[in-house]
Every structure is written in C-alpha cells, then in structure tokens.
C-alpha cells in the first residue's frame, strides 16, 4: 500500500498552481491586481520546474511571515497550506522532513478551514456521520478550503503511509473530495477527478480497488480540460493501465503526453511535470510489462 499511496506526492504538485495563484495575490496585495495577475499567470505559465523549485522555499519564508503578522487570517493561512503540502510532495527528499512539511501543511489547512468557518474546527475528532454532516453543508464559498484541506490531508496520510491510524483518515480526504466535485465538476482544471482516479486505484482490485471507476474519473479531468491537462493522461497510464497490465494504452498515453507542447496557460507547470513522469514510465516500460 505505501508504494501505491506515493502518488499522493505528484498529485500535490499539479496543485501547485493553484496554490501559488493565491499565494502571489496575497503577497503582493499592496500593488495593483492588475499586477497580481500578470505575476501569478507568468509563475503559472512558467515551463522551467527548476525555477519553481528554487523559488518555493522563499514563498513558504515570505507566507510563514505574513501569518505571524496576521496569524487568523483563513485566506493566507490557506495559501500556507497549499504551498508547504506542494513542497512536501514535488521537493524534499528526505523522508523525516516530507513528514514534518506535510503535516504543517494539514495543521495549517484546518486551522484555516476553522477560522473560515467555526463549524470546521472540531473535523479531525468528528465521526465519519459527523463529518458528512459538516462537509454537505457547505456551499461555492467554501470550496477552496475544502480542496486544499482535501489535498492536504490526502498528502500528510501519504507521508505517514507507514501508520495505519493516519491511512484509516483516508475516507474523510476521500469525501471532501467528492464534496468539491458535486459543488463544482469543473474546479481546478479537473484535478480533484485526478485525486478519485488514484483513491479508486492505489489499491489492486483483489483487494478493494476498482480499476474501471478509477479509468471514469481520469477521463473526466482530460475531458474537462479538452486535452490540456496532461497530467491526467500520464496518471491513468501509471495507475490504470499498469495496473491491468494494458501496454498499448499505457505506451498510447505515455506517447501523447510527451508528444504535445506543455504550453497551455496556467496548466504550464504541471504539465511540464507531467511530461517528466511519461518519461520515466516510458523509460520503465520494458521492465513493468
């Protein structure tokens, strides 16, 4: 289970974007959002991952300061949130600080789902009945805090996959992805189908997972995205297609990935890192199949 439940990482990443979409708008709040938004588009846009990577320590530096000035402010400490769950799981390496990144990125996404709206605060002790009733309350208004909570807590779980207490949370990540879904099908460029595709597949079908729902929802972020997001081509190669052992789908994917030019606005980013993972699927073909 913990081999399968590393996706959770990459996953993370293709967040990224929206992450920093946020994060660029709060930091820069003085200047005009004019400039807000050309910033963020040109980091979106952006198809150096190495740029980005050097970059992300001094977003979580910049944003850990704005918090100590405004330490109950749920927009910045939801943009905390997303970039320190990002830079677990695209970044570090060394597995005692994934899991020190990982879970402030999971503190710091209930604390701002809790100061957004009070009846969030108490959702880590809740019962599973409990916990639906305070999630299908809630409405548009909330769904960038339940994202990220979502994403976020399906990292930390990822991070701690060596703990079956943290991997028994997976159905309350599970269900406030599912709720993010209903609000708004197309949030996100598709990504939270991404995070069903992977919840239906981490799992061989022997032993609970379901492969062929897992298949649905990876086409429905690439249907959503008309194509654009590559990403979910190269985790339904990865996840579905290896795991029912399709070669020809698999290498179909693989193929379509690298061959498209990643520009595409602010899918830029994880496109490009989209393409890094058909390489190394490609790369590993001959050996998997």
């Known amino acids: 289970m913990k081999s399968r439940l590393l996706v959770f990482y990459r996953i993370a990443v293709v967040t990224i974007g929206m992450s920093l979409t946020v994060s660029c708008s709060a930091i820069i709040s ?8 050309d910033l963020s588009s040109a980091v979106l846009g952006s198809s150096d991952f190495g740029v980005v990577e050097e970059g992300l320590p001094a977003y ?7 918090i100590e000035g ?3 402010d749920p927009s910045m400490l939801n943009t905390a949130a997303m970039l320190n769950g990002s830079y677990a799981a695209g970044f570090v ?6 899991k020190y990144f990982a879970t402030k990125g999971k503190q710091l996404a209930l604390r701002a789902s809790c100061r957004h ?11 599973f009945i409990d916990f639906k009733e305070i999630v299908d309350a809630t409405s548009m208004g909330d769904i960038d ?3 990220i909570l979502a994403s976020n807590w399906a990292g ?21 992805m599912e709720h993010v879904i209903q609000l708004d099908p197309s949030y996100a460029n598709g990504s939270p189908f991404i995070y069903m595709g992977v919840f239906a597949t981490f799992l061989p079908a022997a032993l609970g997972g379901e492969p062929e729902l897992g298949r649905e929802n990876f086409e429905r972020a690439i249907e959503i995205s008309e194509g654009a997001n590559l990403y979910a081509k190269a985790m339904m190669a990865e996840m579905y297609a290896r795991a029912i052992f399709d070669r020809e789908l698999h290498d179909r994917l693989v193929s379509e990935v690298l061959a498209t030019d990643p520009l595409a606005g602010d899918l830029t980013l994880q496109n490009v890192v989209a393409q890094k993972l058909a390489l190394q699927l490609k790369d590993s073909a001959d050996d998997f199949f």
Do not use: M
Request: hydrophobic share 40%.
């Open 60 to 66: 979580l530096i910049l944003v850990d300061a704005l």
């Open 70 to 72: 405004n330490p109950n």
């Open 156 to 176: 930390w779980i990822q991070a701690h996959a060596d703990d079956y207490l943290a991997i028994a949370e997976l159905p309350k990540a599970k269900y406030l």
């Open 117 to 127: 709206r009070e009846v969030f605060c108490n959702v880590t002790d809740a019962s």
């Open 30 to 37: 003085g200047f005009t959002n004019s400039i807000a938004e």
């Open 145 to 147: 805090y339940l994202y």
């Open 93 to 98: 390496e060394e597995e005692s600080r994934r």
